[in-house]
């Protein structure tokens, strides 16, 4: 089959890696235009464009798709280019823009969406981040028929995978990239001969995981202790949980539940295993921290460069 891929970041660039090592004839891939970043803030190329100028894979990257919007010449192209594919199918990885009916229609099977959850639980755009955050035991991959809602397609495949007791966001989006990157080859092979099967979403279990926002990165203290740990698994690598001291922004990376108690945010033990604080229930001990423009650091080595002493007070990040 010929596949049009649509897709920005790493998690989308795992995906394409496995459809072309499957063997799938990939004449076009969209991709978000690039973007600055880095210390330089020069233009850099998605992590999907990468790969397929890697491979010779001609390449568009619209600023939008709606033929009356407000990019109407880049979607013209845009389309120019994916009716020229001839496409059976179009997979869809994280791209980042909203696909109109017309793309919906143009491949012969449709687009196939590759979503890191368990549908409908965590429709949106932070599905990985928001289980972590809720507690969940279990997340997945879902295949889903894309139509013009949001998230709300038909299921063709999922696959459940255990989020562990110490998954972060970046160690759980790994293994869900690689889950995905399989699941959409085998509805691939399955789709052609013929054999997917739609199956529509359940009404009931429905949640919506919201776009990341840096400001949810402050922790608040007055929380409890299990809450704050999970925000902070959450939170890595974006945007980073964050407390104050001293009027110094500190980012904590690694919090263990503690024994104590005490005022949320008030230092309780200070040592080589971490330091310890007060929450609303409970205590956390962090365990790996930074500073403004430094490195991760564990606790003991932390504490050698910027002293904490019990009764001092965390608070909000500045």
């Given at each position: ?25 990939v004449p076009l891939v969209l991709t978000q235009p690039d973007r600055p970043a880095g210390r330089g803030m020069k233009l850099q190329a998605s992590p999907v464009k ?148 739609a199956e529509p979403q359940p009404a009931e279990g429905i949640t919506y995981a919201h776009k990341i926002e840096k400001a949810e990165a402050a922790i608040d203290w ?59 229930e409970q205590a956390l001990r962090l365990t790996q921290l930074q500073r403004a423009g430094g490195k991760r650091l564990a606790a003991g080595e932390f504490l050698r ?14």
């Open positions: 089959m010929k596949i049009l891929f649509a897709g920005t970041p790493e998690f989308a660039r795992a995906a394409l890696a496995h459809v072309l090592a499957a063997g799938f004839d990468q790969l397929a100028l890697e491979r010779g894979i001609a390449v568009a990257q619209p600023r939008g798709l709606r033929l009356d919007g407000k990019y109407p010449d880049d979607a013209a192209a845009a389309r120019e280019a994916i009716v020229a594919a001839q496409a059976d199918a179009m997979v869809v990885a994280a791209y980042g823009l909203i696909l109109p009916r017309w793309v919906l229609d143009a491949p012969r099977l449709g687009c196939l969406n590759i979503h890191a959850s368990l549908l409908p639980r965590w429709r949106g755009a932070a599905p990985i981040h928001r289980a972590i955050e809720a507690g969940d035991t279990q997340t997945g991959v879902t295949i889903m028929q894309m139509d013009e809602g949001l998230d709300t397609g038909a299921m063709l495949l999922r696959e459940a995978l255990p989020i562990r007791a110490d998954d972060t966001t970046a160690r759980l989006h790994d293994r869900l990239a690689t889950l995905g990157g399989r699941l959409i080859v085998e509805a691939l092979e399955i789709a052609a001969c013929g054999g997917l099967r007055s929380l409890p202790a299990a809450v704050i740990e999970r925000r902070v698994r959450a939170f890595d690598p974006f945007p980073g949980a964050s407390t104050a001291l001293a009027g110094e922004a500190i980012k904590v990376w690694a919090a263990q539940l503690a024994d104590g108690a005490g005022e949320p945010g008030s230092v309780l033990d200070v040592g080589d295993r971490g330091i310890t604080v007060a929450c609303g460069g910027f002293p904490i002493t019990p009764g001092q007070r965390l608070g909000a990040a500045a």
